[in-house]
DNA sequence: AATTAAAGCAACCGCCATGAA
DNA sequence: TTTCATGGCGGTTGCTTTAAT
């Protein structure tokens, strides 16, 4: 039956990115929009697992992104939708613009987590910490709802941490987490742009933008077929997130180049629209 | 200043649902 | 109908950075 696999896991690089690889990434990306990760990494030129790919750019690259620390209304809003959802990152990803599964998961492991423990509420039920223990108590001798957490649901108002909790409480963690939020990390595309070489390179200045797309293979559009008409509606998309990055304030994560790729890109969305 | 511990986060792993062959 | 590649998702790992001693 006849597939190939997504990878062949010789000579497949693993571990973190460079920036080279970056590079070829967004690059193929900004030419080609974001369709069949499977082709992309030959096509792109990258000893990487498509699979990689996707993550690194989803997670990473992805010019919509937000940097930085959640906000007080985004850590809210995540906490709400948690409350309801559960463990469902990419549901409540897709509730805040610019945020990843990958980000608010780990948020919710390192900050929101905490902060609700010491407020002294179930992170997993959202209950409150003396009645969860009433209730489970109750109903079952060995709890195991929360493993390693006893001691910490004892005393859930203590600082119980040894080595930093009686620097760290709320109101610090608080202090700390909108300091680093006003100081955003530099965005990765922002140290593309300060490098003039690498951001000409990027937008290939001295090549047209438009890749042959024949080689691209969408296997959501075309239903994994060579046809010309699934390219197209990668375009489609490809225009859609563009104008997303505009809307979702492009600028604010230095990203003003891609005013320069969209002023580039009505020539491709042009043929696109003609073909469609 | 050096060492150790903790925190943060990018990336990987493995499972699942879907759909092509 | 069955098999299996693919993309997506959640859990986990491990490296890097920061804080504490």
Redesign the pocket.
């Known amino acids: 039956?006849?597939?190939?696999?997504?990878?062949d896991k010789l000579g497949v690089?693993?571990?973190?990115?460079t920036a080279e690889e970056d590079k070829k990434l967004i690059k193929f990306i900004l030419t080609n929009g974001p369709c069949?990760?499977?082709a992309l990494p030959k096509l792109a030129g990258l000893r990487r697992c498509?699979?990689?790919c996707?993550?690194?750019w989803t997670?990473?690259l992805r010019p919509d992104l937000k940097r930085g620390?959640l906000t007080e209304s985004e850590e809210q809003l995540v906490i709400d939708l948690h409350a309801r959802l559960g463990?469902?990152?990419?549901?409540i990803a897709s509730k805040l613009p610019g945020r990843t599964?990958?980000?608010i998961?780990?948020?919710w492991?390192?900050?929101i987590k905490?902060k609700l423990l010491k407020m002294g509420i179930d992170p997993v039920t959202h209950e409150p910490i003396l009645k969860e223990i009433q209730t489970s108590e109750a109903s079952s001798p060995h709890n195991e709802h929360s493993p390693g957490s006893e001691t910490k649901l004892s005393q859930p108002f203590e600082s119980t941490?040894?080595?930093?909790s009686s620097?760290?409480n709320p109101s610090v963690s608080q202090t700390?987490n909108s300091l680093?939020g006003n100081d955003e990390p530099k965005n990765l595309f922002q140290s593309f742009c300060d490098d003039e070489k690498l951001l000409s390179y990027l937008l290939g200045d001295d090549e047209p933008l438009l890749l042959d797309a024949s080689n691209w293979e969408s296997?959501?559009d075309n239903?994994?077929?060579n046809n010309c008409a699934s390219v197209l509606a990668s375009w489609d998309d490809c225009a859609t997130w563009l104008m997303d990055c505009q809307d979702f304030g492009v600028n604010d994560f230095g990203l003003d180049f891609l005013n320069k790729v969209e002023m580039s890109f009505p020539n491709s969305l042009e043929m696109n629209n003609k073909r469609g």
């Open positions: 039956m006849g597939r190939q696999p997504c990878c690089k693993k571990g973190p990115w069949c990760w499977r498509g699979k990689s996707r993550l690194r997670n990473y620390l463990n469902r990152w990419s549901k599964d990958n980000e998961k780990n948020h492991n390192t900050h905490k941490n040894k080595s930093g620097k760290e700390k680093s296997p959501h239903k994994r077929s």
